[in-house]
Each structure stands twice: as C-alpha cells, then as structure tokens.
C-alpha cells in the first residue's frame, strides 16, 4: 500500500456520511428539549433573561467590562442608530496574587478602579460633570437615572444566573482561585466597588459571550430580520439563539423568584453544545477522539467541542499523523535513501519534534496545510520544517498531511451544521415565510478562528446543510456572517436591553 493509500485509509475514518449527519441533527433536537425541561442534561440550555435582540436602529453611549481570563477589558461602545458603532476600549493583565486573593473585595475593588480610570481618560468631561452634579444633587444616588452609564458585564466563568443582572459564581476556571466569591452575586460584588468609588455606573447586565455574539450581529447585520443565533467556532465552541419562551419549561419550576420580560415571548437561550451527546450515543469516533479525551483533563466531558473547536484539531491531526509514522508498513516522514524523496534529502524527524509532543500541532496548521495550493506543498513543508520539527519532507509526506487535514476539518465543519441545523429546524425557521428576498432570512453570527480562517470551512457547513432533508435547497435562505466583539459591542447591547426593560 502507498503513502497516499494509508493516508487516504485513515481520512476515511473521518468521515461523517448524509445518515449519521441527520442521526445527529435529530439527538441534537431531542437534548435540545430535554434541556429546556430541566437542569442535568447533556445541553444545558441556559436562559439568559434577554428577551429582545436589537435592530440596528438603537443608540447610545454604553460601557462594557470583560473578565475573561488573565486580561481585564474595559470599552465604551457608542452606538450610531444605523447598525455601526464606534468603539473605545483599554486592556490590563490582572496580577496575579489578584486572581488567588483571599477576598473577593481585593479583586472587584481593583476592577472597578479600572472602570474609574478609564472613565477619566477617555470620558473625563461626561465624568467631571457627574461629580460636580453629584456635590449639589440631594438625591440618595446623586445621579438621575439618565446620567448613569450602563455597562454590560461579560464574565467567563460558570455562574447561575437567576436574572438578567444577577448571577452567582459557581465555581472559578482559567486559574482563578477566590473561594470567598463562591456562591456571591458576581453584579452585586462589582457593583458594590463601583459604588464606594462614587461613580456613575450601574451594572445593567451579566453576558456570556456567545450571547453577545447573537447580539453583535443582529445589530450590525443588514436589513430587518433579527438574527437567531450566535455560534462561536472558535478555540472551543457554543452557541445562543433565540427561543420561544412557553417551550422554556424549566424556568416556572426551577426559578421561581425569576425577574423577567413576558412581553416578547421570547428569549435567548445559551445551548452550551460544547457537551452534546457526551454520552456518544451518535457522534463519530476514532481511536485518535478516543486516545485524546483520554488524556484529555476532562475525559468524558465536552465530547462534541473535542470534535469541532481548533483547541483540539491540531491533537487530533497530531495522533492521526504519529499513528502512520510509527505504521511499519507506511513511509510517513521516512525515506529509504535519498533518491525516494523528490528534494534529493532524507526527511528528519527532530527527537524534540512537535510529533511527538502532546497539543504539539496547533491548528493554525491545519489552516496552512489547507489554504496550501503551491506547486510540491511548499507551504505545507516549511510549516513541517518550521514549526513541527520534520525536515526534507517529501511532496508525497505533505500530499499524505493535506488528505488527513482536509478529513478532519470536514468532519469538524459538517459536525457544526448538526448544531446549526438543528437549532434552524426546531425553532421552524426551515420553513419559508413566503415574503421572500431579505424579509426570508435565516441570520446566524458567528465568530472564532475556524469559521474566519479555516479555508471552505463555511463551505463544507452549506454542503452539510443541504444534506438535512428539512433544510435542502432552503439552506440559501441561511445567512452566515461574521459577528465580532460579542463580549464587547455584544455586552453593552445587552445592558441597552436591560436598560429599556427597567426604564
């Protein structure tokens, strides 16, 4: 068997034919409603509390914070009415005796003097009036309700929000440790800090950043249908869309204090899909999947995120390309002599290469690989050489790679129009309105790396789709587009949400 056979062999384990593909759009539906039911189950359909999606004609001035990780961001996000907006925004590492304090005070104390600080620099006029104001307003706050700034709270960590501004901490990720926050309203907790500092802010809302996605776009997306859902494909991957609200069971049993708006009949819900079908009744799998979630730090768990998000390609690629490496019978990356490789060299294999080391192969090379049309793979061998540690690769080593690259990111895409799919069928979007043109829209936002940079991976998704006999020729009617910044402009549209709500 050649080279190209035992590639071409492996990448057919990759593949996710038309049957399984709706085998796994019809599970996705059915833990798609067993979450809104109740809690515990493989999707966790998180109600988010935001009852509307914005237009594009909203305006104002907004502030947005997100703590996602080692970074603290603050922005404020003007929005111009006419679906653009301009941004401003500054970024600070927290230290991190911060990010282990003994009290929660210690680091909300410190983000909300962020807060100050950048209101001074960038909106010291907006924010020296409101102190002067402040010295001569007899009222308790000292600012009516018009002068305060609304900020939109993104917070990366699992929380149990109970409304659209509250939400305690479940447990802290990312190398967070405060055990003093645990179970402490994360709103309540900034805004007490914001409030000893005298500023002018309320925190309006709690975002999760695949809710601001949804968001993002449905702003800043062209003509008048909302959008209905926001995806990240990203480094991990999830998504949020919009619900109708009687189908949200759980929440007359489970949150009866729940402050909420009724009026839309809607609301976002955000799916968690990272853990679809963790108990692999349909999803594919290989003994790469297999090995990878097994020394994986959360085996078991995330197993539909462990086939789709870029975090985990480059493993999978990694195992795939070791297991025929170390395949007596294939040549991979092994020459006999100098004369069976086309560059006249003998392909090394470094001791210390990428090959051998586990998360070695990032998935930013699977993304050269498949952008790579070059005469002989050139790209392709110089990121081998480069970043890999395989040296003199031969054309047939690169032509080997590119088959199994192009398999696994196929699988991965076609695994993410499961989600899609299945979000677009049982909200009944598949179905035509009849109006046609732009009012016949099924709009979807989307962020992260594979969606941007990944090459034919929105390709692959349309191919997929067509393949779900609901969907069919209908999948024109989808409109996919970049939505950025969800933690951001996403974050302070939520808050103008919650704002109108309260006014």
């Not at 062999?9 to 409603?33: H, I, S, T």
């Not at 109740?38 to 947005?64: F, H, R, W």
């Not at 104390?109 to 002067?132: G, M, Y």
């Amino acid at each position: 068997m050649s080279l190209l056979e035992h590639a071409k062999r492996v990448a057919g384990e990759f593949e996710y034919p038309p049957e399984d593909l709706n085998k796994g759009v019809k599970e996705f539906m059915k833990q798609m409603y067993e979450g809104l039911q109740k809690p515990g189950t493989s999707l966790s359909q998180i109600p988010t509390y935001v009852t509307a999606v914005p237009n594009g004609t909203e305006k104002g001035l907004y502030l947005a914070v997100d703590l996602g990780g080692t970074n603290f961001r603050v922005c404020s996000i003007q929005l111009h009415g006419n679906t653009t907006f301009s941004l401003t925004q500054s970024k600070v590492a927290i230290p991190r005796d911060l990010m282990v304090a003994k009290t929660a005070k210690e680091l909300f104390s410190f983000l909300a003097k962020q807060i100050e600080e950048f209101l001074r620099t960038h909106h010291n006029d907006h924010f020296e009036a409101h102190l002067e104001r402040r010295k001569t307003v007899s009222s308790r706050d000292g600012f009516r309700h018009e002068e305060v700034f609304q900020l939109g709270f993104t917070f990366s960590f699992p929380v149990n929000q109970i409304s659209i501004n509250k939400g305690t901490l479940a447990r802290w990720t990312k190398g967070f440790n405060i055990e003093d926050a645990i179970g402490k309203d994360v709103c309540e907790l900034l805004q007490t800090e914001i409030d000893a500092l005298h500023l002018p802010v309320k925190v309006a809302a709690l975002v999760n950043d695949t809710v601001g996605t949804l968001m993002a776009r449905s702003y800043t997306s062209p003509g008048k249908t909302g959008t209905l859902l926001g995806a990240i494909f990203g480094t991990g991957t999830n998504g949020a869309y919009v619900e109708n609200l009687g189908k949200i069971t759980k929440l007359f049993f489970t949150q009866e204090s729940a402050d909420y708006d009724r009026s839309t009949s809607e609301m976002i819900v955000n799916a968690e899909w990272g853990s679809f079908d963790n108990q692999m009744s349909v999803l594919p799998n290989t003994p790469y999947d297999s090995a990878l979630d097994k020394e994986s730090n959360n085996p078991g768990i995330q197993m539909f995120e462990k086939r789709v998000s870029g975090m985990f390609l480059g493993e999978i690629l990694r195992r795939a390309m070791l297991a025929l490496h170390h395949d007596g019978k294939c040549q991979l990356f092994k020459d006999e002599n100098s004369g069976s490789n086309d560059i006249h060299s003998t392909t090394t294999v470094a001791a210390d290469s990428a090959l051998f080391r586990q998360w070695g192969v990032d998935t930013s090379f699977l993304s050269i690989v498949q952008a790579d049309q070059s005469v002989g793979l050139g790209a392709t061998r110089q990121s081998l050489s480069k970043d890999l540690g395989i040296d003199a690769a031969s054309t047939e080593d690169a032509e080997a790679v590119k088959i199994l690259v192009n398999a696994i990111g196929k699988r991965s895409a076609r695994l993410s129009a499961v989600a899609i799919g299945a979000v677009v069928i049982s909200t009944g979007n598949h179905e035509s309105n009849g109006l046609g043109g732009e009012d016949d829209v099924v709009d979807i936002g989307v962020d992260g790396s594979l969606v941007e940079y990944y090459p034919g991976f929105e390709g692959y998704i349309r191919e997929a789709l067509r393949e779900i006999p609901e969907i069919g020729e209908g999948e024109k009617r989808i409109r996919i587009g970049i939505a950025k910044d969800g933690s951001g402009v996403g974050a302070a549209l939520i808050a103008l949400v919650a704002t109108q709500r309260a006014k």
